[in-house]
């Protein structure tokens, strides 16, 4: 596999050296398509849960503040430059289209209904989830070979250890006040695990294909209602 680009040694996320893109290498590929549209819809989408979590810590000012000046703007720039990135290799792709299809149906699955009873267990959980998108993006640049998304995903990757890292923190802080279980902790791992498995990708996957093969968007995710 070829090395991420040496791009400038400080590029950012919001600096992404978009006329190095190698898109040749990587537009014929279908599997890296889908994984990174519909990564862009889940990401983009990061205000919907930010807020039914900052509403469960109201009156938690640090929690609170982490969420809003740095979880959720690198989450939705995450969403944002990967969208560019679609957009740049995969220009045919109606990203607008697809996307407003996603919201309208994955916003009824993001409800305060689907957050766990307490506080630790919820953010125990958020580890769940930022655990498995750190290992998302260490898979995709793993299999991407096309040296710039490489080193976005490596980014982006390094972004999610920092999240996990912080709800583990505050996970363990209100553990002590809730006094919960191991038990306890353990279900709630395992519902976010599942929860994952059936939700929100297989919700955005399933808008990326409807646009994609030009099926429509308007029908909604068979998870829907389930
Ligand atoms: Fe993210
Ligand atoms: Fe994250």
Redesign the pocket.
Known sequence: MQQPVPLSANWNLDQIPWAAIQADRVRQREDVFYLVAAASFI?ITSELYTDNLTQRFADDEVVTAWLHDH?QK??TR?GRVLRGYVEQVWPEFDWPQAYRAFVADYSQLCTMEQLEPTRGLELVARCV??TG??TFYQALAACADEPVLVGLAQQIRA??ID??KHFFRYFRQYRQGEQTSRLQVMAALKRRALEARRGDAECALWHVYGVRQGLGSSQPCRLQGT
């Open positions: 990401e979880w690198e989450e995450h989830v930022e998108t750190a972004e999610e999240h996990y």
